[in-house]
């Protein structure tokens, strides 16, 4: 078993060397493959480079873009000199970035163009120990090198590859006795949480964590040497990342595409891809696709659509009784099942295979027609999409896991796919659940959700007392999570215990800064904020209720109760321009924080109800106390 992932990507390219490794667009938008031979070398010339720039084992490599080829070329390039990145995405914002540099103590970073150069100079006094700039996109203007930029040298990624390469005409074995000399103990990145939240925490990943995965996984996934995998997430995310690992243990390809409908699905295609990890989002958006145009065409091809998928759904149930792919909590009678199950299931296997024919055909051959599963993560998959695609017959495996256990702890089997679950959990790994008290709770019951296993973080980086507020002495990470497990060791995910709101999309939100936010407005007394495997954010608003009565006398808005006077069209309006104004790009907030739709409530939350003996909000409570209200909100 590989000990670093360098030495895992020398032991594939010495038994895989002319397979392909990499597909990325030429100029031309066509697909050109790169062997893993090739792919080793060009590995090999970038940490050669960064050796050449001073970089030492253990020093520390910012490293901010999307997901490219390049990406991963100076990820393993880094990492093959023992040296750790600190990946980012180019949507981090010049605070984040200046933090997470600055804090890491990274002398050198890799941008991947002209506009993070931007966000460099305008915090550079923040980064005095940065030196050197590295370019992906080959490209610098004079006009980006401002005066504040005179201290740092700046590199192109050919010029660094270039310098490598000469390094290695002196030296063939410079990179690989570095490589040698790798341990799986070895700190491999330090993934930021979240800037939102005031202070990301650095968590710090080994190459050990992420190996325990990719010799995983393939106990759970049937992968091949042939297999192609489409990316589409960006790889600062740890989920992303995870997988293109995986591809390189397997000994396949990565084909880089972009999240973008009309581009993924062209790439399906083209490149004919076997595998594609992504987020909710994207299996929502393809179904939403498919349901606009069927809905368009109107007429006799909307009604059979409408009818096969309504047969491919209740297929799909009879089929998991009698083959056991429902979650089983408490004990249940596989004969009885299996007895409901069987006449409705032979009754509709025809009607479901002409349904193969006239519709889901179609939908499949979207996906290439060599497609064998996706993964999604980075929030829960919702059950109207994961009904959809088994009834299309698409599998669609939901995983489960957090940056701090680098991300996997869970993923559906593929040949044993349990609806409603996250999977079994994550092999060579523990999961308990525990209440308020710590004690552990038997299959079925809800608790929290606690992991420990070889993929648990070494800790977060120079944060020790809140490593050990997140890891306990024994090695159990808290997840923050709330979940069941089921009699066979899967796991449902029920929640979050804690706070962080994961989008459909993967974003993570933090609700404090927005939350308090909101409440910086006179006619607010509390917010909570809404969106856990949402597209967008909601807020539920407490309002000043004698300030709205003053705003409702000043300007003659009748009410007879206070159920009338929130519900009333200008006080929500006025509560829009209020919230509008207070979360919006010119106070630091991105695009995705923004507050879509929010619900005025009457009354003011209670100590013992919504809110703890320390008037702390109780979320999960408040989830289910205004379930009616929240749902309007989505």
């Not at 004079?142 to 270039?162: Q, R, V, Y």
């Not at 190459?207 to 960006?234: A, E, I, R, S």
């Not at 980086?461 to 066979?488: R, S």
């Amino acid at each position: 078993m590989s000990q670093t992932l360098p030495k895992l990507l020398k032991e594939i390219t010495e038994k895989y060397p002319d397979c392909s490794a990499q597909y990325s667009k030429d100029s031309n938008k066509k697909f050109q493959p790169t062997s893993y031979q090739d792919f080793f070398f060009e590995v090999q010339c970038f940490g050669a480079g960064l050796l050449n720039l001073g970089v030492k084992r253990g020093d520390h490599v910012g490293l901010i873009s999307e997901n490219r080829k390049e990406w991963f070329i100076a990820d393993l390039g880094t990492l093959s000199i023992g040296a750790a990145d600190i990946p980012r995405g180019c949507d981090s914002n010049a605070d984040e970035i200046s933090y997470i540099l600055s804090f890491s103590e990274s002398k050198i970073t890799i941008l991947e163009n002209s506009a993070q150069i931007k966000k460099i100079a305008a915090k550079i006094n923040d980064m005095p120990l940065l030196k050197d700039v590295i370019i992906l996109d080959n490209s610098i203007k004079e006009e980006d090198i401002t005066a504040e930029l005179k201290s740092i040298t700046f590199h192109t990624f050919n010029e660094l590859m270039e310098t490598g390469k000469a390094e290695l005409a002196k030296n063939s074995d410079l990179v690989l006795k570095e490589i040698e000399q790798g341990e799986q103990q070895d700190v491999a990145t330090l993934i930021f949480t979240s800037g939102t939240t005031g202070t990301p925490k650095g968590v710090m990943l080994s190459h050990k964590n992420f190996l325990h995965q990719v010799h995983g996984v393939p106990q759970l996934l049937d992968l091949k040497q042939t297999d192609k995998w489409l990316c589409v997430l960006p790889v600062w995310h740890s989920f992303e990342r995870i997988m293109q690992y995986v591809s390189l243990g397997a000994g396949s390809a990565l084909c880089y595409s972009k999240p973008v409908g009309s581009i993924f699905l062209a790439d399906f295609a083209s490149i004919k891809p076997t595998w594609m990890a992504s987020v909710p989002r994207i299996w929502e958006a393809i179904m939403s696709g498919v349901y606009k145009k069927v809905n368009a065409v109107g007429g006799i091809k909307k009604v059979l659509f409408h009818f096969f998928v309504g047969v491919g759904k209740n297929f799909s149930l009879f089929r998991n009784m009698i083959y056991g792919l429902r979650p089983e909590y408490r004990k249940r009678s596989r004969v009885l099942e299996i007895g409901l199950a069987i006449l409705p299931y032979i009754f509709l296997f025809p009607l479901k295979k002409l349904g193969d024919v006239l519709v889901f055909k179609n939908i499949k051959s979207k996906l290439g027609g060599k497609f064998v599963a996706g993964i999604s993560g980075g929030g829960a998959l919702p059950a109207s999409v994961d009904n959809f695609f088994s009834a299309a017959g698409i599998l669609v495996l939901e995983g489960y896991g957090l940056t701090e256990s680098a991300p996997v702890l869970g993923v559906r089997n593929q040949n044993h796919p349990v609806p409603g679950t996250v999977g079994p959990v994550f092999p060579g790994t523990e999961i308990r659940i525990v209440d308020d008290e710590g004690k552990v709770l038997p299959p079925g019951s809800k608790g929290l959700v606690l992991a420990k296993g070889p993929q648990i973080m070494l800790g977060y980086y120079k944060m020790e007392e809140q490593t050990k507020a997140a890891v306990d002495d024994q090695g159990w990470l808290n997840t923050g999570d709330l979940g069941m497990l089921t009699i066979n060791n899967e796991l449902t995910i029920l929640g979050r215990a804690k706070d962080t709101i994961v989008l459909l999309g993967g974003e993570n939100i933090e609700p404090a800064p927005i939350e308090e936010k909101i409440s910086e407005s006179t006619f607010v007394n509390k917010a909570v904020l809404l969106g856990q495997d949402k597209k967008y954010l909601s807020v539920l608003i407490i309002p000043e209720l004698d300030m709205l009565e003053n705003f409702a006398k000043e300007n003659s808005i009748s009410y007879m109760y206070t159920d009338d006077l929130v519900d009333t069209p200008e006080i929500n309006e006025m509560m829009n321009d209020e919230i509008q104004e207070l979360i919006n790009s010119k106070n630091g907030f991105k695009s995705f924080e923004r507050i879509f739709k929010f619900k005025i409530l009457a009354n003011d939350f209670e100590i013992g109800k919504e809110l703890s003996a320390k008037q702390e909000i109780k979320r999960h409570v408040i989830n289910e106390m205004y379930a009616k209200e929240i749902k309007s909100l989505f």
